[in-house]
């Protein structure tokens, strides 16, 4: 039971490319999400899912997309990256019922240059 | 924004010393919890505070919460070097999208 996978752990881009942050879990969990945590600013939402083929924006989702596929996976796109995209990324996860805490990932680390 | 506030932002305390930190929050809430993020790991969930419970305890920790001042604080009994992370809380609005919203979070440093 590996929990919440994310890939690559670390990554360098260049100004306009785009990616993929991959994130995957295996506990059958419906509601999946990503954030985003900047030095001063705590944990942002950018995207979440709460179930397969179901998706909605969060805080800051400019420069983002996500889908959602299957139950397990839940990848996040940048589209053109931008400086402002430096950060590092979690994916989470929970089951149902809404009470339960989230699973998080390791995290992306993510620069832009 | 809809961040929740912590304070203080850094607490250094002795080994065996009591550690408290408070979160504070601008909207109705569903639930309030509180996470751990060592130094370049992913969050873990420490403990979950519903909006009609005031208190609540898990080992050496306890959480209270009042809905009224809008205020939950963390308290960490008879600390170890081994409790030094990053404290952040994070509710669940009562209305609207199922999201958590964080707070800022408290760098807690516990000295041997």
């Known amino acids: 039971n590996a929990g919440v996978t994310q890939t690559p752990k670390f990554q360098v881009l260049k100004t306009g490319q785009s990616m993929t942050l991959q994130c995957a879990q295996d506990m059958n969990h419906e509601y999946m999400s990503w954030y985003r945590q900047d030095p001063g600013m705590g944990l942002r939402l950018i995207h979440y899912?709460?179930?397969?083929?179901?998706?909605d924006q969060g805080e800051v989702p400019n420069g983002y997309n996500v889908s959602r596929s299957t139950t397990e996976d839940f990848p996040l796109r940048l589209l053109s990256a931008a400086p402002s995209q430096t950060s590092v990324y979690f994916c989470?996860?929970?089951?149902?019922?809404?009470?339960?805490?989230?699973?998080f990932g390791s995290g992306t680390r993510l620069t832009v240059v | 924004s809809q961040q929740g506030e912590e304070d203080p932002q850094a607490l250094s305390i002795q080994e065996g010393e009591n550690a408290t930190m408070n979160c504070s929050y601008k909207t109705s809430i569903n639930n309030l919890q509180w996470y751990r993020q060592n130094s370049g790991r992913g969050l873990v969930h420490l403990i979950l505070?519903?909006?009609?419970?005031r208190e609540k305890h898990s080992g050496r920790l306890r959480v209270t919460l009042d809905t009224s001042k809008k205020s939950s604080s963390l308290l960490i009994t008879a600390s170890r070097a081994a409790d030094t992370a990053s404290y952040f809380c994070a509710y669940r609005r009562s209305t609207g999208a199922n999201n958590l919203f964080f707070g800022t979070g408290t760098r807690l440093t516990v000295i041997p």
């Open positions: 505070i519903r909006s009609n419970e």
């Open positions: 989470a996860s929970k089951s149902d019922p809404l009470d339960y805490g989230y699973t």
């Open positions: 899912s709460v179930g397969a083929g179901i998706t």
